[in-house]
């Protein structure tokens, strides 16, 4: 599996790891592009997709530079990267904690409800549910049952399996990534690790 996509705050960095190899961006004029592209196929017709890349370069190697994706460009609209890297840029520049419109904010509840992006125990059971109770109630217990219902939760409940999986598997990766990374990374990931940024140690070197 391999290694999440890193942003950090306090040295305003970007890190990436491929192929063993370390790769990234000060945050601080950092080049992104978000684009949309459509494609035709004889069987699907038109597809829309949206890519959201970020450049980095190499640790040590300024001139190999690679592009990678900040999230998957299937099922992506522009409109939705876009809303996405306003998020992370929120989160860079007004960090750590912020609200829904992205202003500085001493909750965390905002935060932690958007760093809870995988599935729940029986979280799509509850949803669909919870959907028919409503229903249930608002036609006084008469009509209220819609085919379309009984599919998503009979769906929720064979899908549970896989759910428990998928959250084992990520706690897992979580928890291993951290120390798969160089040492280099892991100090400044610290709270009282060093502040400098990987560019600043390239230039000191180069100099």
């Known amino acids: 599996m391999p290694l999440p996509i890193l942003f950090n705050r306090r040295t305003r960095e970007l890190y ?3 192929d063993g190899q370390l790769y990234h961006s000060p945050w601080d004029g950092i080049a992104a592009a978000a684009y949309s592209v459509d494609t ?6 038109r597809m829309g997709h949206a890519a959201l890349e970020a450049l980095l370069h190499r640790y040590g190697h300024p001139e190999e530079q690679v592009l990678i994706n900040l999230g998957s460009p299937l099922g992506k609209s522009l409109p939705m990267q876009l809303g996405f890297w306003e998020y992370l840029r929120a989160y860079m ?8 419109q992205g202003h500085p904010s001493d909750s965390r509840s905002f935060n932690l409800g958007m760093l809870d992006v995988h599935q729940t125990k029986g979280q799509m059971v509850r949803l669909y549910w919870g959907l028919i109770r409503k229903e249930y109630e608002a036609n006084n217990g008469r009509n209220f049952l819609k085919g379309a ?12 399996p896989f759910h428990a999986v998928q959250n084992f598997t990520y706690a897992i990766a979580k928890r291993r990534s951290r120390s798969r990374w160089p040492e280099l990374i892991r100090e ?10 990987l560019v600043d140690l390239e230039q000191r070197q180069a100099g």
């Open 149 to 160: 219902h009984v599919i998503l939760l009979l769906g929720g409940i064979f899908f549970l």
């Open 188 to 197: 400044r990931l610290e709270a009282d690790g060093p502040t400098s940024r």
């Open 40 to 45: 035709v196929g004889p069987y699907t017709g």
């Open 16 to 18: 990436f790891e491929q």
């Open 93 to 100: 520049n007004n960090g750590p904690w912020f609200d829904e």
